[in-house]
């Protein structure tokens, strides 16, 4: 089974930047939708962008101009290219992966849809 690893997080100021990493191992990365999640504290894991096997997106509202979801087939790596960050972006962030559905063209923005999880990386946004 795939397994998912996220990497660069940290503590970036408002109006910064960051850029999120998915490296995937084990499974068919190419084969897979992929998605990004975040879950800030006491408040339940929403969604962030995902894209398709083969590079369909879609984002939700509040990151709709400032996120860029993006995947390097080849590399088994997806990114989530994060400008004019907020306080409000502040949270854990879950890459995931829809590992039932192969080649498919539909974007699925429950996380429900996704069967495999990576371990989560921590995004800090000061004012």
């Known amino acids: 089974q795939v397994q998912l690893v996220e990497s660069g997080g940290g503590l970036v100021q408002a109006g910064g930047s960051l850029r999120l990493s998915c490296a995937a191992s084990?499974?068919?990365?190419?084969?897979?939708?992929m998605g990004w999640f975040r879950q800030a504290p006491g408040k339940e894991r929403e969604f962030v962008a995902a894209?398709?096997?083969?590079?369909?997106?879609l984002y939700a509202d509040s990151v709709k101009g400032r996120f860029t979801i993006s995947r390097d087939n080849a590399k088994s790596v997806e990114y989530l290219q994060m400008n004019s960050l907020k306080p409000e972006d502040t949270a854990v962030y879950y890459c995931?992966?829809?590992?039932?559905?192969?080649?498919?063209?539909?974007?699925?923005?429950?996380?429900?849809?996704?069967?495999?999880w990576g371990q989560g990386t921590q995004v800090t946004v000061s004012s």
């Open positions: 995931a992966a829809d590992t039932s559905r192969l080649y498919s063209s539909t974007i699925y923005s429950n996380a429900g849809a996704f069967e495999v």
């Open positions: 084990r499974g068919t990365f190419s084969k897979y939708a």
């Open positions: 894209i398709t096997w083969n590079g369909g997106t």
